[in-house]
RNA sequence: GGCCUGUUGGUGAAGUGGUUUAACACAUAGCCCUCUCAAGGCUACAUUCAUGGGUUCAAACCCCAUACAGGUCACCA
């Protein structure tokens, strides 16, 4: 018997000379400090990479991080369909704009780093096969011949009889099959994927102890599962987790809740071989709101936000989104960055038990304002120095006025910056050129003017003249100040606020209407900075050339 | 249909039997400050933790049932 069997396995697996042993000694235990957690994150190459799958990167990097640990990246292309040229290139790319860099793995389409590879399974075909070979050897495995026709008959007549749907006990049909029988169906040339045998019992219990949620007890595996498929022989999900994640040594599993279902399945598997079971822990997915007000996944089809590269174009700074994915990863987070509003994301240890089970909102709007926040922490020059490197590749005529008038730009980015009440208003580097157009005069070409109290044309132009003629002084902010409110004494406008709030009647308006014309007229906009900064940082020539311009308009 | 998970305000959530009359943050609204914004300060915003029942002197927290949402049951990961 054990001849026969000798006789299928080689059949099965032709020159697979190495033993499990053999790779057990190729791929020895790690040598790292007590308590140290070696995670990946395992992506198809499809090119670029989803939100959901950038968290799970991060935390799975974090959790590495915080432990002195090894990540890598590990490319699974067992799905040939789903392979995309560039794949991988495109998805260090992402990884690496938020500085998550793999300490092992992939570091291009064809090269790795580290002792633990190949790291793309594709070129692992021989490891998987060793293994495989192993549990026909065992009597753990089989070749199985059904064609998805038999298949697809199984399931139907399963869902008629409202029998359990799957590949198991008399409905395993070449599970029963004698060895001499599945020798000869492989000496005929017919097509076989091979599956597992399942020892499982579905009345008996076992437990996952996920690290996020707690324990959850399960009916065990037996479902005959195809563990290499028959086309191109590469190993399915599970048996490829079984095999890269023992011999590299992987203690920490992160991944989507939706692979829960199977761990009874990856259980099984570490348990028939024998091998050391590593921790799991389950992440929720992240969703999104849609118009109808439904909850769904994020998708990378329809939603904008939720392709990375998304993040990169609009200008989001990169700390800005590590942030808000610390905060939905960990919820203590929040609360330990505002205590520690200096403190780099490295000293806040991520912590499993924080982790939340539902599937979480993402929500563009604390992006922004976590981003809002970044930004008003920011030095001038440092807002100079990025935002060149993000217009050069998306506002060419930005990018230009930024190069020429580089010291005069950083002075407009300095503008109520810095001191304990900065300024917040930029979100994103996109946003930076609506807060600042009108500061360069190459920019503020055919202003929209958005009168709003004050509407009059002819009124307008009597408080820019009389400005211009008599009340224009920029010597300080006290001085420039009580000039405007002289100005409106003499124009019917209340000097001050809280006399006009008394008496509205008494007055046309007030000094904020009448500073809110300066305001229009100089930039357009209802909503700027300082005024008096503004003034003085573009200087009196230009101010009155605004107002002229105003004036024509 | 079987198995599994989740359900605290508009949002993210804290909280596992009694100093919680449910933290904190985002959003929203109002007031103050202010030339205008932004910021900041103050205030408001779940009498209630999906629903129903039970256990208990006491429940968001324990138990049971129901509802809803999601996952999984592929030679996809």
Not at 149 to 171: A, H, P, T, V
Not at 319 to 338: D, G, H, P, Q, R
Request: aromatic residues 12%; proline residues 3%; hydrophobic residues 35%.
């Amino acid at each position: 018997m054990n001849d026969k069997l000798k006789e299928l396995a080689e059949l099965m697996f032709p020159g697979i000379e190495k033993s499990v042993e053999d790779y057990e000694k190729m791929y020895p235990e790690r040598k790292l400090e007590e308590g140290a957690r070696v995670t990946r994150f395992a992506p198809s190459p499809t090119g670029f990479v989803h939100m959901g799958s950038l968290l799970s990167a991060f935390e799975d990097y974090k959790a590495a991080k915080d432990t002195n640990g090894v990540f890598y990246l590990r490319i699974e292309d067992t799905d040939s369909k789903r392979t995309v040229e560039n794949g991988i290139v495109g998805i260090l790319n992402d990884l690496k704009n938020f500085d998550i860099i793999p300490d092992e793995g992939m570091i291009d389409e064809e090269h790795s780093i580290g002792e633990y590879g190949p790291y793309i399974q594709s070129e692992r075909k021989e490891i998987y096969h060793a293994f495989a070979k192993d549990l026909v050897l065992r009597g753990l495995a089989y070749p199985c011949f059904c064609s998805a026709e038999e298949l697809d008959e199984i399931r139907e007549i399963q869902e008629l009889n409202k029998e359990r749907i799957g590949y198991y006990g008399s409905f395993a049909k070449c599970r029963s099959l004698s060895v001499d029988e599945a020798i000869e169906k492989i000496k005929n040339g017919e097509e076989f994927t091979v599956r597992l045998k399942s020892p499982g019992d579905f009345n008996k219990k076992i437990t996952l102890h996920d690290e996020a949620r707690g324990d959850i007890e399960f009916p065990e595996n037996d479902l005959d599962i195809v563990i290499i498929k028959s086309t191109d022989k590469l190993p399915t999900y599970h048996f490829a987790h079984l095999v890269d994640d023992h011999l590299m040594h992987t203690t920490h599993i992160m991944r989507g809740e939706e692979w829960i279902a199977s761990f009874p399945i990856h259980d099984q598997l570490f348990e028939i071989f024998n091998f050391e079971k590593p921790k799991y822990v389950h992440l929720g997915v992240v969703m999104k709101i849609d118009e109808e007000g439904t909850r769904r996944k994020l998708s990378k089809r329809k939603d904008k936000e939720a392709s990375v590269e998304f993040y990169h174009k609009e200008g989001i700074p990169k700390e800005a989104v590590k942030l808000y994915l610390m905060t939905i990863a960990n919820s203590n987070f929040e609360e330990w960055f505002l205590e520690n509003p200096d403190s780099d994301l490295s000293e806040f240890k991520f912590d499993f038990k924080k982790i939340s089970a539902s599937g979480t909102l993402f929500d563009v709007e604390k992006l922004l304002n976590i981003s809002k926040n970044y930004f008003s922490k920011l030095t001038a020059n440092e807002i100079y120095d990025n935002l060149l490197v993000w217009t050069k590749e998306f506002d060419e005529e930005f990018y230009n006025v930024l190069v020429n008038n580089k010291e005069y730009a950083i002075s407009v980015f300095n503008i109520e910056r810095g001191g304990v009440k900065p300024r917040k208003d930029y979100t994103s580097y996109r946003s930076i050129r609506n807060f600042v157009f009108y500061m360069f005069d190459d920019l503020f070409v055919s202003p929209d003017y958005g009168w709003n109290k004050i509407t009059d044309k002819e009124e307008i132009k009597n408080i820019l003249n009389t400005y211009v003629d008599k009340y224009m002084d920029f010597t300080d902010q006290e001085i420039w100040f009580n000039k405007i409110k002289e100005m409106c004494d003499e124009l019917g406008y209340a000097s001050n606020m809280k006399e006009y709030k008394k008496n509205p009647e008494l007055f046309k308006g007030n000094v904020a209407d009448v500073s809110g014309v300066l305001r229009i007229a100089l930039t357009s906009l209802s909503n700027t900075p300082d005024l008096f900064l503004l003034m003085k940082l573009l200087g009196e020539v230009k101010v009155k050339e605004r107002f002229l311009k105003c004036i024509n308009n």
